[in-house]
């Protein structure tokens, strides 16, 4: 990106895109197997024909890891060049540490910190804006941005009224700074926690922590009322579109592309009533994915890229609602220089990078342990471990 601008402003752009899902499919027809549905039902009211289920292997770190690798060789950048990794998931690999962490780790970006953030479905556009802010007030040059989930490891497998909806996998954004206007201009992010109960993971946090009961009740898996978060989406998705495109000083003409989260069709249909847009102005790719949370939009706008449905210079809005209850949007210009795909000797120094990467903590873990070995009954200098037989 060139520093040569036209004023102080920085701006966040789009300079790398990938996406990783896990390998296996699940068809409409197979989940008609396993719960009391039909791929008829399933179609008519959701818009969903199939999903992408990880495996045990499979987790949200490695499908986010994939995803940033590809977006980084897009844009041409070392994961060194990385100043920050945020991960919006609701899946994530533990409570703690970050998934941001592990995937700074597997990418080896020695320079970067890393944090995950939780806004559920609406996780992606939630961190497109804190990284383009980080980004626009220089204290961030190149953040990393993803969105992954492995939301078939929190389904009720036996709740049809979910478990038909969700699929697993991840997207990936680089943005870096520059003095030229256009990328990432602006987000507006919204919350209504009264709505906490409609969708909801209710145990396993310090409400409900762990314990054979949640298990037994399934107090782990996602629970949801189906109809008043439709109900909810088709009213935020139209205000979170107008809000960002005026917030811009834009109108809905100024819009080329709508990338809104992939829920439901119908609820994707009801947005475009509401903004008297045509459907094909919307990318819809949900009959594939399921719904994916975090991992919606950035996978619905990589595969729009690829396919040429977004062109330079388009006005993109990225819109999304989910759990606590949140929604947002943020407003992007697709100013996008493509960098020369990498080749050969390049591919090949990148591949030992992650390889030498992976030695690199290997070897760390292993020092640790080690150390831990030697210095494990011995309290650092000028602390002591707490005695059991002080009262
Ligand atoms: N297969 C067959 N029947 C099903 C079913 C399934 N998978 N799931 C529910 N049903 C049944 C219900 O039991 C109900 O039967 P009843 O009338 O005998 O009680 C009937 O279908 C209608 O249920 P309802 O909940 O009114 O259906 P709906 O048209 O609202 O569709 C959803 C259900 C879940 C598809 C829809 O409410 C929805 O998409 N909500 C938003 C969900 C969402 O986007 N969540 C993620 C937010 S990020």
């Given at each position: 990106?060139?520093?040569a ?6 701006y ?38 199939q ?10 770190a ?23 990794i ?18 700074q780790?597997a ?5 970067a910190?890393?944090?995950d ?21 220089a ?8 969105g992954a ?23 990936a ?9 256009g ?8 919350s ?8 909801k ?5 310090s ?25 909810f ?6 205000d ?12 809905m ?23 008297r ?6 990318i819809?790719?949900?009959?594939r ?26 006005n993109l ?25 990498l ?8 591949q ?9 903590s290997?070897?760390?873990?292993g ?25």
């Open positions: 990106m060139s520093n601008g036209n004023g102080s402003r920085r966040a752009h789009i300079c790398g895109w990938g996406t990783s899902v896990p390998k296996r499919i699940l068809s409409n027809s197979e989940l008609a197997q396993m719960v009391d549905t039909d791929d008829k039902w399933i179609v008519e009211r959701t818009g969903i024909s999903r992408f289920i990880a495996n045990a292997e499979e987790t949200t490695t499908l986010g890891a994939d995803a940033a690798r590809e977006a980084l060789d897009i844009a041409n950048i070392s994961p060194d060049d990385l100043d920050l945020i991960v919006a998931t609701c899946t994530p690999e533990h409570h703690f540490p970050s998934t941001a962490s592990i995937i780790d990418l080896g970006a020695r320079n910190g890393a944090f953030i939780s806004a559920a479905c609406t996780g992606f556009v939630y961190a497109l804006s804190i990284a383009s802010q980080a980004i626009q007030a204290t961030m040059n190149t953040v990393l941005v993803i989930e492995t939301l078939s490891k929190i389904v009720n497998w036996d709740d049809r009224g979910t478990c038909v909806l969700f699929g697993d996998g991840a997207g954004f680089v943005l870096q700074g520059s003095y030229d206007p990328g990432v201009r602006t987000s507006v992010l919204r209504d926690g009264s709505g906490r109960d409609l969708l993971v209710p145990a396993g946090g409400a409900i922590p762990a314990s054979y009961d949640t298990i037994r009740d399934n107090l782990h898996c996602i629970q949801m009322n189906g109809r008043e978060v439709f109900r989406a088709t009213r935020v998705m139209a979170a579109c107008r809000d960002v495109v005026s917030a811009a000083g834009l109108t003409e100024d819009i080329d592309v709508i990338v809104p989260h992939q829920a439901n069709k119908r609820i994707i249909e009801a947005a475009a009533r509401g903004l847009l045509p459907i094909d102005k919307f819809v790719n949900l009959d994915y399921g719904n994916t949370s975090a991992a919606s939009i950035p996978i619905a706008l990589c595969e729009a890229v690829s396919e040429g449905r977004v062109r330079p210079n388009d809005v990225l819109v999304a609602f989910g759990g606590g209850l949140t929604w947002g949007a943020s407003l992007v210009t697709w100013d996008v220089t493509p960098q020369p795909p080749t050969g000797l390049r591919r090949f120094r990148r030992a990078l992650y390889r030498v990467a992976r030695m690199r290997a070897v760390r873990r020092a640790r342990a080690i150390e831990g070995t030697i210095w494990g009954s011995q309290a650092p200098d000028g602390m002591e471990p707490p005695r059991r037989d002080r009262t």
